[in-house]
Nanobody
Framework: QVQLVESGGGSVQTGGSLRLACAAS????????????MAWFRQAPGKEREGVAT????????YYADSVKGRFTISQDNAERTLYLQMNSLKPEDTGMYYC?????????????????WGQGTQVTVSS
């Protein structure tokens, strides 16, 4: 059974920064292979969950939602099998629960239905 565990959320003021982390475990393929996709999604109260950024673990190719381009950076640490999301110049509209997700075959997609594995989320709150 795959486990994705997020960490690093918190409360910051507008313009601040946070770094989220996601550790994957529990699935042999994820442990020994890099041939899968990981992504960050977020969900604000009363809104649909939306894709933020995605990364192909094998070659590090990335794709971002327009709303975060130039402010957020998705990256990975292969040795630690950890996914990161560096968030800079945060805005109140970035507030929400941030989820890590994984997929064997999503491609560089930010479609929620393409991801089969999900973490429990970490809260990010940006105050004005």
């Amino acid at each position: 059974q795959v486990q994705l565990v997020e960490s690093g959320g918190g409360s910051v003021q507008t313009g601040g920064s946070l770094r989220l982390a996601c550790a994957a475990s529990g699935y042999t393929y994820f442990y020994y292979s890099t041939g899968y996709y990981m992504a960050w999604f977020r969900q604000a109260p009363g809104k649909e969950r939306e894709g933020v950024a995605t990364l192909y673990r094998r070659d590090g190719t990335t794709y971002y939602a327009d709303s975060v381009k130039g402010r957020f950076t998705i990256s990975q640490d292969n040795a630690e099998r950890t996914l990161y999301l560096q968030m800079n110049s945060l805005k109140p509209e970035d507030t929400g629960m941030y989820y890590c997700a994984a997929s064997l075959d999503a491609g560089l997609s930010l479609r929620r239905d393409q991801f089969a594995y999900w973490g429990q989320g970490t809260q990010v709150t940006v105050s004005s």
